[in-house]
């Protein structure tokens, strides 16, 4: 697009489209020389929402979050299962074993046409000294169409136990990226 006559100074430059993901950045426009920029918007192949539910008991909820994804296109998707863990539960439940500890399997699905590269599944730390451990967090390349399970070992001390404090809220997410127009295109998914 050619804007002329945009007197001199800085704009916030804004590039939108349905479906794809919002491009915004500070420019400056030279009021002798043509100011030009590139920008590229990806797709939004995945819609994430989060389910918030009542639970029998006063003041607690359930959060569940749900993902809407298109299949069958020429871009990576990618989804992680399971979606979500429910730190309380699995809080309580580390700390009613006597090993303190269990493996959980994340199965990572590219639903799309394209191979994903540089594939991280990242756990933060989380305050209540949950650990989560595994040779494969640095997954590497899923193929087109297909699917890697990353088994994580997560465990608690009986230290950690004893001190009963409650569950609390944490995310990870999967990072990856894909070739796309001469340059690689960096996304993230919860």
Same mark, same amino acid.
């Given at each position: 697009l050619?804007?002329?006559a945009?007197?001199?100074?800085w704009?916030?430059?804004?590039?939108s489209?349905?479906n794809h993901?919002?491009?915004?950045?500070l420019i400056?426009?030279d009021?002798?020389?043509?100011?030009s920029?590139?920008?590229f918007?990806s797709? $939004?192949?995945?819609k994430y929402t989060w389910?918030?539910?009542?639970?029998?008991?006063? $003041?607690e909820?359930?959060?569940?979050l749900?993902?809407?994804?298109?299949?069958?296109? =020429?871009?990576?998707?990618?989804?992680?299962?399971?979606?979500?863990?429910?730190?309380?539960?699995?809080?309580? $439940?580390?700390?009613?074993?006597v090993?303190?500890?269990?493996?959980v399997?994340?199965?990572?699905?590219n639903?799309?046409?394209?191979?994903?590269e540089d594939?991280?599944?990242?756990?933060?730390e989380?305050?209540?000294?949950l650990?989560?451990t595994? =040779?494969?967090?640095?997954?590497?390349?899923?193929?087109?169409?297909?699917?890697i399970t990353?088994?994580?070992?997560?465990?608690?001390?009986?230290a $950690?136990c004893a001190?009963?404090?409650g569950?609390?809220c944490s995310s990870?997410?999967?990072?990856?990226?894909?070739?796309?127009?001469?340059?690689?295109?960096g996304?993230?998914t919860?």
């Amino acid at each position: 697009l050619d804007f002329p006559a945009v007197a001199e100074g800085w704009y916030t430059l804004q590039v939108s489209a349905p479906n794809h993901q919002v491009y915004s950045n500070l420019i400056y426009v030279d009021g002798v020389m043509a100011t030009s920029v590139t920008t590229f918007i990806s797709r $939004d192949m995945v819609k994430y929402t989060w389910k918030v539910r009542p639970s029998p008991i006063q $003041d607690e909820y359930v959060f569940t979050l749900e993902a809407k994804f298109e299949t069958f296109v =020429p871009v990576p998707v990618l989804t992680v299962e399971p979606g979500t863990l429910d730190l309380r539960d699995l809080r309580q $439940d580390l700390c009613s074993q006597v090993e303190k500890s269990k493996f959980v399997v994340f199965n990572l699905t590219n639903h799309g046409f394209i191979r994903i590269e540089d594939v991280k599944l990242n756990f933060p730390e989380i305050s209540d000294s949950l650990t989560f451990t595994s =040779p494969f967090f640095d997954v590497g390349i899923i193929e087109a169409k297909s699917s890697i399970t990353v088994p994580v070992f997560i465990e608690i001390s009986s230290a $950690d136990c004893a001190k009963r404090s409650g569950g609390g809220c944490s995310s990870a997410e999967a990072t990856y990226s894909y070739k796309c127009g001469g340059g690689n295109v960096g996304k993230g998914t919860p």
